[in-house]
């Protein structure tokens, strides 16, 4: 057995330990309902063809059409597709979305794709899984470099195919083509709002608070700018390239706008502001930590080094098994990814049922349904963690999840 199944049966068991369900009812979610794996053929500017390796995973369905992202990165491979479609599944069910679980992914480094390519690709893909897709079997979204661009030409191609307009078909489409008011903000400002409701449940003191965030692009920006609004002080980001800290806060508008530039933050220069090693972002002194990057960057061995006292999981997956335990053990709060990074599916969802009802909201009700549907998900979680009485939020939205997944399996198979 490969080692993201290990991960997701243990997963599945610190919760299902906990409930008065027989266990084999989680049986079909210890492996996905369907994976197809494809390689991709396109032209490059220059004529030559380019090869790419690229999959779907459709995890689980009981709660109604898949819904997932499609993440382009060199390091995508079919087990992380899988993995995100799991806790895809899991997400859907703690914010109580009418979905199941799926992810996408393409092996690619786009930063060596011309625009041209990029287009290509995209279309390639849609072509590839165009019968696994559709507003009531499978809904696609942008994730990692997969943004308002990718989903345009990604819907175009599914209208081409089919040879009619669907609009629900695929989210995070840019307004123009159908998308939603406040997509782009979604998922920084979910965090933001899970944090806050966090707070309000006694999680942490009622202070001002010093937050550092690993990475710094769409999600952690928002984040930290509706954050640093409220009077918290960003001490420490980092990108691939430094970590910038300065212990009375930075100003992040003007490190949005250095961002904006597509610069990196070794050469970033202001005064009080110190440039430090890309990692020293995690064990910076903060009392919040947010890693808003890649898989796995807190680990066995700098866990203890953790100096933050809550982590808002922003990324997928940022915190691995060992150093949760590390973590637990040192008392350390881990606020997880399925709820903290939900709003990005949340608004997905919105747009979906705008695109169905033909009828567009404005932004300030995207925003206003937005924090009503993720506190709701963040109370439900904290007060699961109490009546269970388990040690983590994760347990607990776990235990929520399979609450929900379980009633549905159960209703739609009676015993007669
Ligand atoms: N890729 C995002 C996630 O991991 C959004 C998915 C969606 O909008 O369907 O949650």
């Known amino acids: 057995m490969s080692s993201i199944f290990d991960t997701i049966h243990h997963r599945l068991n610190q919760a299902v330990e906990h409930l008065d369900i027989p266990e084999d009812i989680f049986n079909s979610l210890n492996y996905p309902e369907k994976t197809l794996a494809v390689n991709l053929i396109i032209r490059r500017d220059d004529r030559s063809f380019a090869n790419f390796k690229a999959w779907r995973c459709q995890y689980d369905s009981s709660r109604g059409p898949t819904k997932g992202g499609i993440r382009f990165h060199r390091s995508v491979c079919m087990d992380e597709v899988m993995h995100l479609a799991f806790l895809m599944t899991i997400k859907c069910a703690v914010t109580g979305l009418p979905f199941g679980g799926a992810k996408g992914g393409v092996s690619v480094n786009v930063k060596e794709l011309s625009e041209h390519e990029l287009e290509r690709l995209a279309r390639a893909y849609i072509k590839a899984f165009a019968s696994m897709i559709g507003p009531d079997q499978d809904i696609p979204a942008p994730d990692m470099y997969t943004g308002g661009a990718v989903l345009a030409w990604m819907a175009d191609e599914f209208d081409r195919i089919h040879g009619k307009k669907y609009r629900a078909a695929l989210t995070g489409k840019p307004l123009s083509m159908n998308g939603s008011q406040g997509r782009t903000e979604a998922t920084g400002l979910g965090g933001y709002y899970v944090l806050k409701k966090m707070i309000e449940s006694g999680l942490c003191e009622d202070k001002t608070l010093k937050i550092g965030f690993q990475g710094f692009g ?50 970033y220069e202001k005064d009080k502001v110190d440039i430090l090693d890309p990692d020293d972002v995690l064990t910076a002194d903060c009392d ?13 061995d700098n866990a203890d080094q953790i100096k933050a006292s809550v982590i808002l999981e922003l990324a997928n997956t940022p915190v691995t098994e060992e150093a949760e335990t590390i973590l637990q053990d040192k008392g350390v709060v881990v606020i997880p990814d399925v709820l903290a990074n939900s709003g990005g599916v949340i608004v997905s969802y919105f747009e979906w049922v705008q695109n169905r009802a033909g009828d567009y909201w404005e932004k300030e009700h995207v925003f206003e349904r937005l924090r009503q549907k993720i506190e709701k998900a963040t109370a439900d979680v904290v007060n699961c963690k109490e009546e269970y009485k388990v040690e983590s939020l994760r347990t607990a939205a776990y235990i929520l999840a399979l609450k929900q997944i379980a009633e549905v399996i159960m209703a739609k198979n009676v015993d007669n």
């Open 218 to 267: 769409n999600v952690a920006s928002f984040c930290a700018r509706y954050l640093a609004e409220d009077g918290h002080h960003i001490v420490a980001v980092s990108d691939s390239s430094a970590c910038l800290y300065n212990s009375d806060g930075l100003d992040v508008e003007d490190l949005i706008r250095f961002k904006d530039e597509r610069k990196r933050f070794s050469d």
């Open 288 to 300: 919040i930590l947010a890693p808003a990057a890649l898989a796995d960057q807190i680990h066995g």
